[in-house]
């Protein structure tokens, strides 16, 4: 499956099917924030941060990608992430675009 930050994808007509999304809901853990409380007084990236971040990314796209092939979609285009606070210490990934069938029937 063809996923593009782009709003069309070259050479290929399409059919927009629908919107997808997928989301995850990540907290802090209590182990990280003791490496991050060094790191915030020495400075530096905190690659646990980094890494959880990551993961999260990858799981919300691949929860989209399961939308579009459940909608039998043969792309996803004008991806995007976003990201919101929803309590103290704990954050949405939301990954979403628009799900679309190419008009020539040949699968990307």
Request: charged share 25%; proline share 1%; hydrophobic share 45%.
């Amino acid at each position: 499956m063809i996923i593009t930050t782009q709003n069309h994808i070259d050479g290929r007509r399409c059919k927009v099917i629908a919107p997808v999304m997928g989301n995850t809901v990540r907290t802090k853990h209590v182990g990280r924030d003791i490496v991050a409380g060094f790191k915030s007084i020495l400075g530096g990236e905190i690659e646990e941060y980094s890494r959880m971040m990551a993961e999260a990314r990858a799981q919300a796209l691949d929860r989209l990608k399961g939308k579009a092939q459940v909608l039998k979609a043969d792309a996803v285009v004008g991806l995007r992430f976003t990201t919101s606070a929803i309590m103290a210490g704990a954050s949405e990934i939301l990954a979403y675009g628009t799900a679309v069938r190419f008009e020539d029937g040949a699968s990307g």
